[in-house]
């Protein structure tokens, strides 16, 4: 995430920033291997301890879009995978060029039938979604 990039910018460990800001240096370290994420506060204080005030507004910014993105989602997702899927299908089919980075799916363009019936069930199962589409 961009923060580290801030952090490491001021020359301060993360040990550093913790105490700086009163946090656990745990903390800093979640924040910047994405299994905690910031709140506007958080970004707020990290910014001013590495003298990067002039970034705050962009990255709160980028944080209430990520926010209201998930929110979207996870409403969309409530009437079934079906329907979120067809949501994005005039997106997919106007765009001429993309850029994919996912470690931990296949690549839209590379998915199979089978693999997309996989991930679609396990993800249907995990939030207990109804079975649309007779999925094993």
Known sequence: ????????DAGL?????????GWHSSKVSKIEH?????????IRAWCEQCGA???IADLV?????????FVEWRQMERTGLRLAQESVL??????QRFRIYSPRVVPGPLQT???????????????????????P
Request: charged content about 30%; glycine content about 8%.
């Open 1 to 8: 995430m961009k923060l580290r990039g801030i952090r490491l």
């Open 13 to 21: 460990s993360g040990r550093a920033l913790g105490h700086m800001t």
């Open 34 to 42: 994405g299994r905690q994420t910031p709140t506007a506060d958080d």
């Open 53 to 55: 005030d002039d970034q």
């Open 61 to 69: 910014a980028s944080l209430r879009a990520v926010e209201g993105m």
């Open 90 to 95: 005039p997106l997919w089919e106007r765009t």
């Open 113 to 135: 039938r089978a693999y997309i019936t996989a991930v679609l069930t396990a993800i249907m199962r995990r939030r207990s979604l109804p079975d649309e589409a007779g999925l």
